[in-house]
Each structure stands twice: as structure tokens, then as C-alpha cells.
């Protein structure tokens, strides 16, 4: 183990945030300004699921032409600036009772007094044979990340979601068909995204329809086989991919037993981001909440910031 990480074990943070989505990069800000000494830990890069996002359409002050990858970067530059530090490993396991608390990571650990929970969530799988298989080749969870690999060709999407319409206007302008199946008789995305997708002719939205198998062809998506739900009847759609846009799914799974989870595994927190451990607050997607959305996982870091520092002296007096 180098300098750097005996340095780190050594030091006692104020306030250490796991996760650098717009929950967690919002927090770091609020907290370093505040003049807390703060660790940002993130595993990957800055951003989480606003990274992937093309344009920002609902962010106040962004327009349809900035997007989430370029928003990321502004807010991570912000933290840092204000004295952030990131440590890009993971959180592979926790000790969070008492005043210090331990994060555990492949490279040694941190401890801090307090910790900021905003792992965010990850898309939710459709749990059918050969996804897993041919995932990567075909089946893709990101259509911005993967949508130019099917220029040209014929796509389905399965959701109903805003993230499903914004797939299928996005790849409506790289793809030659995109097939939307809709589990209900309705889109449960903002009427906006419905009207453009009304507008787009090379969309067809095909609803109360279920996925159940994905025809492969010489290791790759060739198809897929869709059931209607009112009627049972079942369709075959040749198509190059698979996109996926179910929902998602909260990356809790390292603090069970250690915190409260709800049935879903969202970590149970109040507005504030207090959760059942003293000195433990949960902010964004993966906290207990109605909406989740960029401006939401801001207010939830801002709040989760300030409730830490409320925290720390009250620990002092």
C-alpha cells in the first residue's frame, strides 16, 4: 500500500459522501464550502446516470442543447474548487455505528464522522433468458451510450417511462425503426415526451405488450418475441437490439443490516436525509422518495450537507 492510502487511513474526515451522482457531487459542494473536510468516493467517474444523459431538458437553466455529461463535470470542478477531495475507489463494505465511522475499500479504508449515502440506482433487468448472455450484444441498458453501434437498423425499447420516450427520440434520429412496447395501455412519461414521440414517424409504439424472449442469432440480438396481455396473442420483431428502460433498481446492497432498508431497498430517510444510524444520511435515488430526479438528488445533497454540519456540533457541544 503506497504513502497516499497510509496518509488516508490516518485522517479522520468530517463528512465522507459515497457515491458522485448530482446527489452526491451537490453534497461535496455544500459541505466543502461550509468548510467540512470532505472525501467524495466514486468508483467510476463523476455523474452516475446524469453522465449518460443527453439532454437536459427539466434542470432549471439547462437547455436542449447542454446535457448531463457536460452538467457532471461543472459540478464536480465546483466541489473540488471549493476542497473536495475524490478518491476513485469503491465502498465495498461499512461500520457505521459510533462517532467514527469506517468505509472499507479494495485499497485500505476511510473513516469519517459522518457519511452521505448517494450510490444512486442502476437500471432494473427484465429477468428473461439470454439478456445476461447477450448483454453487450444487443441488449444494451444506455441508448445514448450504445445507440450509434445500430445506426441504420431496426430497434425495439422496452418501458414506458420518461427514460423509454427519451430513448426512442433519441434513437429515432440514428436508427431506421424503433419499436416502443408498452407493458400498459398508457405512457406513465410527461405528456411532453408523448406528444414529440407522436410526431416521430419512424416510432411505433406497441402497447400492453411483454417481452418474452430475445432471439439470438450467431451471438448477437436478432429478435425478439413480445406478448400481448390482453389477448395472449405473441408477435415475432426482428431487430438488432434491446433496450431496456423498466426502472431501476437502488445501489444499496453493501448496507444491508447496517441501516434501514425498505422493501425495495431504498435507504428509509426523512427530508432532511436522516436515516436510522446517527451521523448517516442518504441523498438521491437511493433514499425512500417520490421523485427522483436531478433536481430532487440536488436538493436531497444540499440538505444532507447542511444536516452533517448541524450534526458535527451538536457532537462538539
Known amino acids: 500500500m503506497g504513502a497516499e492510502n497510509t496518509n488516508r487511513e490516518e485522517k479522520v474526515y468530517d463528512v465522507a459522501i459515497v457515491g458522485a451522482g448530482p446527489a452526491g457531487l451537490t453534497a461535496a459542494m455544500y459541505a466543502a464550502r461550509a468548510g467540512l473536510d470532505t472525501a467524495l468516493l466514486e ?34 470542478e465546483q466541489a473540488e474548487h471549493f476542497g473536495a477531495h475524490t478518491v476513485y475507489d469503491e465502498v465495498t463494505d461499512v461500520a457505521l455505528e459510533g462517532p467514527v465511522k469506517r468505509l472499507h475499500l479494495p485499497s485500505g479504508h476511510i473513516d469519517t464522522r459522518t457519511v452521505i449515502i448517494a450510490t444512486g440506482a442502476r437500471p432494473a433487468k427484465l429477468g428473461i433468458e439470454r439478456e445476461a448472455k447477450l448483454t453487450g450484444s444487443g441488449v444494451s441498458y444506455c441508448a445514448t451510450c450504445d445507440g450509434n453501434f445500430f445506426k441504420g437498423r431496426d430497434v425495439c425499447i422496452v418501458g ?92 444499496s446492497e453493501f448496507l444491508d443490516g447496517k441501516i434501514e432498508l425498505d422493501q425495495t431497498g431504498h435507504v428509509v430517510a426523512d427530508e432532511t436525509g436522516r436515516t436510522s444510524v446517527p451521523g448517516v444520511f442518504a441523498a438521491g435515488d437511493v433514499r425512500t422518495k417520490m421523485l427522483r430526479q436531478v433536481s430532487t438528488a440536488v436538493a436531497d445533497g444540499a440538505n444532507c450537507a447542511e444536516a452533517c454540519a448541524e450534526y458535527l456540533l451538536q457532537q462538539q457541544s
Not at 48 to 71: D, I, K, W
Request: charged residues 20%; aromatic residues 8%; negative net charge.
Open 43 to 76: 468508483n467510476l467517474s463523476p455523474g452516475g446516470q446524469l453522465a449518460q444523459t443527453e439532454h437536459l431538458e427539466n434542470y432549471p437553466g439547462f437547455t436542449m442543447s447542454q446535457s448531463g455529461y457536460e452538467l457532471s463535470q461543472i459540478m464536480h
Open 160 to 251: 414506458g417511462g420518461d427514460t423509454a420516450a427519451a430513448d426512442a427520440i433519441y434513437l429515432s434520429r440514428i436508427c431506421n425503426k424503433i419499436y416502443l412496447f408498452v407493458r400498459r395501455d398508457v405512457l406513465r412519461a410527461t405528456a411532453i415526451y408523448y406528444d414529440k414521440l407522436k410526431n416521430l414517424p419512424n416510432v411505433q409504439i406497441v402497447w400492453n405488450m411483454v417481452v418474452e424472449e430475445i432471439v439470438e442469432e450467431d451471438g448477437a440480438v436478432a429478435g425478439v418475441r413480445v406478448r400481448d396481455r390482453l389477448t395472449g396473442n405473441e408477435t415475432a420483431y426482428e431487430v438488432a437490439a434491446l433496450f431496456v428502460a423498466v426502472g431501476t433498481v437502488p445501489n
